[in-house]
């Protein structure tokens, strides 16, 4: 199969408007976070930030398919001692903008950088927002399927009579369980929380994403032969990996060192004949440079 790869340098709110309406199946991006990398983005205020992305996320709304999905990777900035709001701003803005915000994960960044603050610990998560156009929207499921572990071998092997039955919670909770429903199976639906090492080959982001970020949710939410966009692409780290996996890719970056390098890196055009599927399961970095 042919996999097809766009790239744009320009402005994403005006790059954007050069794509057709219902295009795109995945939109997965983190953008310049508020008041950071102002030598490379020229930086935005929290207070502005919200103003900033609006015009970006319409056209995002304008060019996702009614049954794609937008997942936004974003942390908000500590001010003075105080957690910023612009985050939680964006999301109310967007939902009045026609979006629906269907889920939140957890990135859990299991070698987080270290540091000490007089009110606070180090920060060890980020947010990935998913936003859809419709409650109706695709996502394959079982391509992220996890191995049930060896706690199953134990647990399964006698079952009570209380196993076999949805059994309710004992604390009144409302909450029950069938623990038959396990047996069997070898592997399990994950949780929203996502566990993987930051990228560290760059020495100078210490938060740049790993390839298995993207990846996941590039399984979760297409197939083979959809199309990915990254508006705001950085060193290109979600069009390589869905390249890769065979998705049609498009990317847009404002600065034209990133935008260079990642046009080495991905050719327009990219025959996949029966090749074996590649693993992502690693979480050790990759030698590539990441921006982001």
């Not at 009579?161 to 369980?177: L, N």
């Not at 390589?240 to 055009?269: C, F, H, W």
Request: charged share 30%.
């Amino acid at each position: 199969m042919t996999v097809k790869n766009e790239l744009f340098l320009g402005d994403s709110k005006k790059e954007l408007e050069k794509l057709p309406d219902n295009s795109i199946d995945l939109i997965f991006t983190s953008p310049p976070y508020a008041d950071q990398r102002k030598n490379t983005y020229g930086g935005i205020h929290p207070d502005k930030y919200v103003e900033w992305f609006l015009p970006v996320s319409e056209q995002l709304l304008r060019v996702l398919k009614p049954t794609g999905t937008f997942v936004l990777n974003i942390k908000e900035r500590v001010v003075k001692g105080e957690r910023s709001t612009y985050v939680m701003e964006l999301i109310l803005e967007m939902k009045k903008q026609g979006w629906l915000w269907t889920e939140e994960y957890i990135w859990h960044k299991k070698n987080s950088y270290p540091g000490k603050w007089p009110n606070r610990f180090r920060d060890a998560w980020e947010r990935l927002l998913q936003f859809n156009k419709e409650k109706k929207f695709n996502m394959y499921q079982e391509e992220v399927m996890v191995p049930m572990g060896d706690w199953a071998k134990t647990r399964l092997r006698k079952l009570s009579d209380t196993d076999k039955t949805r059994d309710e919670s004992k604390v009144g909770s409302g909450f029950g369980k069938n623990i038959s429903n396990w047996v069997g199976r070898d592997k399990a639906y994950p949780t929203n929380v996502l566990h993987l090492a930051t990228e560290c080959s760059n020495k100078k982001h210490s938060a740049a994403f790993p390839e298995g970020l993207p990846e996941w949710f590039i399984k979760l939410f297409t197939k083979e032969g959809d199309t990915v966009l990254d508006p705001f692409m950085g060193s290109g780290t979600t069009n390589i990996v869905a390249s890769q996996m065979k998705r049609n890719t498009i990317g847009i970056e404002i600065v034209p060192e990133y935008y260079e390098m990642v046009k080495d890196q991905l050719q327009p055009e990219e025959l996949y004949l029966l090749e074996p599927k590649p693993s992502y399961e690693s979480d050790q970095p990759r030698r590539r440079i990441s921006i982001r």
